[in-house]
């Protein structure tokens, strides 16, 4: 079946609060200890996640660094970014913790894949810093840089969770929870129409929700199919053709 995606705006900032954690709680719970800190063990400061895309690792990276004032990377060149982190933190002796949390480290380029190396090797010997690292595949399984197989063991060394995509019933669980906590109700019927026309990732289906919320509060409706139907051919009409995806 087709499914509609709209036009809705940015999503909301990545946090713990808004994470569906699903079959991820023991790495959401690790990684929250983390943030809290301080954590004494210096392997577990050192977090690894992998999964496949949709699995929610950029979310959980960003959220960490919201909780703990960490620095986020992306991309193949955050050589430079990672290096100045790791020389502020060596200059400054007080007690502030650090957290940098790097993504798609499989993707990054050899400098960046090196000076994380040397920035997990040096949060051994700081308590105050705490690395968390992405990637799209287990530790031993990642393909990275020539040469750089030195980093694939120190991944390994620390927390390593792989991380799981929604199911269908998760994401209908999930809809409902946050129907509920926004207070107006959400029968099966709309959640399952809302899984079956629109776009399955999450973040997006959270995203229609909200659009949702506020279209009804709007029109002093309650959210049914029928006025879904009625909102979506509206927002084609405002916003221009609607895309299909397969």
Not at 37 to 57: A, Q, T
Not at 61 to 78: I, K
């Amino acid at each position: 079946m087709n499914q509609l995606l709209l036009d809705l705006g940015p999503p909301p900032a990545p946090t713990f609060d808004n994470v569906v954690a699903g079959r991820n709680v023991v790495a959401l719970a690790a990684l929250r200890r983390l943030c809290a800190g301080p954590v004494d063990d210096p392997s577990d400061r050192c977090l690894y996640l992998w999964g496949e895309p949709g699995s929610g690792r950029s979310h959980l990276l960003q959220a960490a660094c919201t909780a703990a004032g960490g620095t986020y990377l992306d991309g193949p060149r955050a050589s430079r970014a990672l290096r100045a982190i790791i020389d502020e933190a060596a200059a400054d002796p007080g007690p502030t913790r650090w957290l940098v949390a790097l993504d798609d480290v499989e993707a990054a380029d050899a400098d960046t894949q090196e000076t994380l190396f040397h920035a997990i090797n040096a949060m051994r010997q700081d308590p105050r810093a705490a690395i968390v690292v992405a990637g799209n595949a287990a530790p031993k399984d990642l393909v990275l840089a020539p040469g750089r197989d030195d980093l694939r063991s120190r991944l390994g060394w620390g927390l390593a969770f792989e991380l799981h995509r929604l199911d269908d019933a998760e994401k209908d669980a999930a809809l409902a929870r946050r129907a509920d906590a926004m207070g107006f109700p959400l029968s099966p019927d709309v959640r399952r129409y809302l899984l079956t026309h629109f776009s399955r990732d999450l973040g997006s289906l959270m995203q229609t929700l909200d659009a949702l919320d506020r279209h009804a509060r709007e029109q002093r409706r309650i959210v049914t199919v029928p006025m879904i139907r009625t909102w979506s051919q509206r927002d084609a009409v405002e916003s221009g053709p609607l895309d299909h995806a397969a």
